[in-house]
C-alpha cells in the first residue's frame, strides 16, 4: 500500500513511518508531498492537516496510528512518550530522552534527503522499540 | 541595524474562535499556544515568528481549534512598518523577560541557602529553563543571567559534592 506523507521529515513522521513499515503495513510505500492535494488518490495520507492519521485532541501522529490500529504494546507507547514530547513539548509524558531524538532528527533532516532519513532512523526506532521491550519485560500497563 | 523591507520577517498567524463551552478543549488550545510562546495580537489572534516548525506547530493547532468546533484561519503576515515589528518582539521578549527573572530569583535563593534540597532544585531549574528557552525567540539580556545564576548553583553544588567526600555527615551538619 502507498503512504504519503509532507516532506522534510522529524520524529513524528519519521517514527510513524517506521511504525506503519514495521507493525501496519509490511509492504509500505512511503510517497512525499509538499500539500495535500499532491497526495495521490490510492495513497493513504498522515501528519497531514485534516487526515484520519494525523494530530488528533492532544494526540501527535504516532499516538493515533496506535489508537487507531489498538496496538496497546507498552514498549510502543514508550516510543509513542518520546516522540509526543520531542513533537510537542507539553509535558504529557516524562520522558527525558525526547530532546537527544529531536535534535538528532533535526540535524539528519538538514543533511539527509527524507528517503535516507527514513533508511537511518528505522534501525534507531527498532533498537529503541527492543531496547524498551526488555526494560518493561516484567509488565507494566500502556498509558490509557 | 539592517532596514531594508526584505530583511521584515514573516509571520505565521493564526486567527481563531473556539465555542465557550465545552471548557477542557478551549483550555487545552491556551494552553497549547502559552507553551508556544506566541504574540498575543488580539482576541483570538496570535502569531509566531515563520519557520518549519512554528508553522507546524500553528496548524495542529488549528486542526484543534476545527476538531473543537471553533473557526481557525492561518495566515502569513509581515509588519508594515519595523516599529510595528518591533512592538510584537518586544512583547514577547518581556514575556520571557519575566519568565527568566523568575529562575534567575529561585537560583539565588537556592544558592543562599544551602540544603540537602539543592540537587533536585537545580534540576527543576535546568528543565524550567529549557522550557522557557524553547519558547524564547527574540532573547533578552535576562537570558543570560539565568543561565549564569543556574550554572552558579551547579558549581556551588559541585564544589559542595568534593567537598563533602571526605566527611559527608560533618558537611551536612553545617549545611
Given at each position: 500500500?502507498?503512504?504519503?506523507?509532507?516532506?522534510?521529515?522529524?520524529?513524528?513522521?519519521?517514527?510513524?513511518?517506521?511504525?506503519?513499515?514495521?507493525?501496519?503495513?509490511?509492504?509500505?510505500?512511503?510517497?512525499?508531498?509538499?500539500?495535500?492535494?499532491?497526495?495521490?488518490?490510492?495513497?493513504?495520507?498522515?501528519?497531514?492537516?485534516?487526515?484520519?492519521?494525523?494530530?488528533?485532541g492532544s494526540d501527535c501522529t504516532f499516538e493515533t496510528l496506535?489508537?487507531?490500529?489498538?496496538?496497546?504494546?507498552?514498549?510502543?507507547?514508550?516510543?509513542?512518550?518520546?516522540?509526543?514530547?520531542?513533537?510537542?513539548?507539553?509535558?504529557?509524558?516524562?520522558?527525558?530522552?525526547?530532546?537527544?531524538?529531536?535534535?538528532?532528527?533535526?540535524?539528519?533532516?538538514?543533511?539527509?534527503?527524507?528517503?535516507?532519513?527514513?533508511?537511518?532512523?528505522?534501525?534507531?526506532?527498532?533498537?529503541?522499540?527492543?531496547?524498551?521491550?526488555?526494560?518493561?519485560?516484567?509488565?507494566?500497563?500502556?498509558?490509557? | 541595524?539592517?532596514?531594508?523591507?526584505?530583511s521584515r520577517l514573516r509571520w505565521v498567524t493564526l486567527v481563531?474562535?473556539?465555542?465557550?463551552?465545552?471548557?477542557?478543549?478551549?483550555?487545552?488550545?491556551?494552553?497549547?499556544?502559552?507553551?508556544?510562546?506566541?504574540?498575543?495580537?488580539?482576541?483570538?489572534?496570535?502569531?509566531?515568528?515563520?519557520?518549519?516548525?512554528?508553522?507546524?506547530?500553528?496548524?495542529?493547532?488549528?486542526?484543534?481549534?476545527?476538531?473543537?468546533?471553533?473557526?481557525?484561519?492561518?495566515?502569513?503576515?509581515?509588519?508594515?512598518?519595523r516599529d510595528d515589528e518591533r512592538v510584537m518582539a518586544h512583547?514577547?521578549?518581556?514575556?520571557?523577560?519575566?519568565?527568566?527573572?523568575?529562575?534567575?530569583?529561585?537560583?539565588?535563593?537556592?544558592?543562599?541557602?544551602?540544603?540537602?534540597?539543592?540537587?533536585?532544585?537545580?534540576?527543576?531549574?535546568?528543565?524550567?529553563?529549557?522550557?522557557?528557552?524553547?519558547?524564547?525567540?527574540?532573547?533578552?539580556?535576562?537570558?543570560?543571567?539565568?543561565?549564569?545564576?543556574?550554572?552558579?548553583?551547579?558549581?556551588?553544588?559541585?564544589?559542595?559534592?568534593?567537598?563533602?567526600?571526605?566527611?559527608?555527615?560533618?558537611?551536612?551538619?553545617?549545611?
Amino acid at each position: 500500500m502507498r503512504w504519503a506523507t509532507r516532506a522534510g521529515l522529524h520524529i513524528d513522521r519519521a517514527s510513524s513511518a517506521w511504525l506503519i513499515r514495521r507493525f501496519i503495513d509490511p509492504d509500505a510505500v512511503f510517497v512525499f508531498v509538499s500539500g495535500p492535494e499532491e497526495v495521490p488518490a490510492d495513497a493513504t495520507p498522515f501528519d497531514m492537516r485534516g487526515v484520519e492519521f494525523g494530530h488528533h485532541g492532544s494526540d501527535c501522529t504516532f499516538e493515533t496510528l496506535l489508537r487507531r490500529h489498538d496496538l496497546l504494546d507498552p514498549a510502543l507507547w514508550r516510543i509513542a512518550a518520546i516522540v509526543h514530547e520531542a513533537d510537542l513539548e507539553d509535558d504529557r509524558y516524562d520522558a527525558p530522552e525526547a530532546p537527544g531524538l529531536d535534535v538528532i532528527l533535526r540535524g539528519l533532516s538538514m543533511t539527509q534527503d527524507d528517503e535516507t532519513v527514513l533508511a537511518l532512523t528505522g534501525p534507531v526506532f527498532d533498537g529503541l522499540y527492543d531496547y524498551y521491550q526488555r526494560s518493561l519485560l516484567l509488565g507494566k500497563e500502556p498509558p490509557s | 541595524m539592517v532596514t531594508s523591507p526584505a530583511s521584515r520577517l514573516r509571520w505565521v498567524t493564526l486567527v481563531y474562535r473556539v465555542p465557550r463551552t465545552p471548557s477542557t478543549p478551549r483550555i487545552a488550545i491556551w494552553r497549547r499556544l502559552r507553551a508556544l510562546g506566541v504574540a498575543q495580537l488580539g482576541d483570538g489572534v496570535v502569531a509566531l515568528p515563520e519557520d518549519a516548525r512554528t508553522r507546524e506547530h500553528l496548524e495542529w493547532v488549528a486542526e484543534q481549534v476545527l476538531e473543537a468546533g471553533g473557526t481557525a484561519l492561518l495566515f502569513r503576515a509581515e509588519a508594515m512598518s519595523r516599529d510595528d515589528e518591533r512592538v510584537m518582539a518586544h512583547a514577547m521578549a518581556s514575556a520571557r523577560a519575566e519568565e527568566y527573572r523568575d529562575l534567575t530569583a529561585r537560583a539565588n535563593v537556592a544558592l543562599a541557602v544551602p540544603s540537602s534540597d539543592q540537587a533536585r532544585v537545580l534540576k527543576r531549574l535546568r528543565r524550567d529553563l529549557r522550557t522557557v528557552q524553547r519558547r524564547d525567540y527574540f532573547p533578552p539580556p535576562e537570558r543570560d543571567q539565568a543561565v549564569a545564576a543556574i550554572n552558579a548553583l551547579a558549581s556551588a553544588l559541585l564544589a559542595a559534592d568534593a567537598g563533602a567526600g571526605a566527611d559527608r555527615s560533618l558537611a551536612e551538619e553545617f549545611s
